[in-house]
T-cell receptor, first 116, second 115 residues
């Protein structure tokens, strides 16, 4: 069964460093998403992406964040200058384009980001 | 704005007994509602989805949920718990029921199953 994959599973970085989290969505899906879950808190929406541009973003997704579809398979989240409060589990998700099922999002296993 | 409230942060049951995980939602639109499960060190797996076709929705692993508009509830049930059901469960609402929009998560309910 097709699934969303994410790399790395765990990333440790120093405050102020740039990190790139990588995701491979399900191959026939056209919408891509990033969510995060700070330890002990809710899963929060960051951004959705379609046709090579951001379709929706939350207040959390400020200028230090960016997303990119660098090729036909990968979808990345870049954090330019990490802060301690960026430590969280980051989930990638993807969904089909059709309006009936397009809101069903399939999630990857997550990348745990630890900022020291 | 949409929101989801999971009424129990932790539910403990014995193996073979029924499971009830409670969820209330708030939505300005006709919502799409989901239950996701997260096993330790695993990703979020879709259990089931409500899309207005039928109020009683059957999912994987024997779980089902009933949409009750009058009570704005979408409780998850299973007749008989199994040890493998121990996990974190999330009730989720889709803001506009269409591709590209944010999913709004509840805080989660941890289900413990004892033998």
């Amino acid at each position: 069964e097709p699934e969303v994959t994410q790399t790395p599973s765990h990333q440790v970085t120093q405050m102020g460093q740039e990190v790139i989290l990588r995701c491979v969505p399900i191959s026939n899906h056209l919408y891509f998403y990033w969510y995060r879950q700070i330890l002990g808190q809710k899963v929060e929406f960051l951004v959705s992406f379609y046709n090579n541009e951001i379709s929706e973003k939350s207040e959390i997704f400020d200028d230090q964040f960016s997303v990119e579809r660098p090729d036909g398979s990968n979808f990345t989240l870049k954090i330019r200058s990490t802060k301690l409060e960026d430590s969280a589990m980051y989930f990638c998700a993807s969904s089909e384009e059709t309006s009936f099922v397009g809101d069903t999002q399939y999630f990857g296993p997550g990348t745990r980001l630890t900022v020291l | 704005a949409q929101s989801v409230t999971q009424l129990d942060s932790h539910v403990s049951v014995s193996e073979g007994t029924p499971v009830l995980l409670r969820c209330n939602y708030s939505s300005s639109y006709s919502p799409s509602l989901f239950w996701y499960v997260q096993h330790p060190n695993k990703g979020l797996q879709l259990l089931l989805k409500y899309t207005s076709a039928a109020t009683l929705v059957k999912g994987i692993n024997g779980f089902e949920a009933e949409f009750k508009k009058s009570e704005t509830s979408f409780h998850l049930t299973k007749p008989s718990a199994h040890m493998s059901d121990a996990a974190e469960y999330f009730c989720v609402v889709s803001e506009r029921g269409q591709a590209g929009t944010a999913l709004i998560f509840g805080k989660g309910t941890t289900l413990s199953v004892s033998s």
